[in-house]
């Protein structure tokens, strides 16, 4: 069971960073499966993703 605010959360900063990453426009993709017991949410977009040189830091704090 997740909480609410924290996913809220979760998910904007997944959208801000998507659209953050794709300066000159593109796609966004959210696709939401609910099973028995869960929500899988799977999120794309058409950005450039992180460069290899910022990798080795992607969970360092701010």
């Known amino acids: ?3 609410g605010i924290l996913l ?3 998910f904007l900063n ?3 960073n ?3 990453a794709m300066i ?3 796609v966004l993709k959210i ?3 609910k099973t028995e017991n869960e929500a899988i949410v799977n999120i794309s ?3 450039t993703g992180i460069g290899k040189q910022d990798l080795e830091r ?3 704090p701010f």
Do not use: A, K, P, T
């Open 45 to 47: 977009d058409s950005g």
């Open 18 to 20: 998507s659209l953050n």
């Open 24 to 26: 000159d426009g593109g």
């Open 14 to 16: 997944l959208f801000l």
């Open 1 to 3: 069971m997740g909480h």
């Open 31 to 33: 696709f939401v499966e």
């Open 8 to 10: 809220q959360q979760v």
């Open 58 to 60: 992607i969970f360092d």
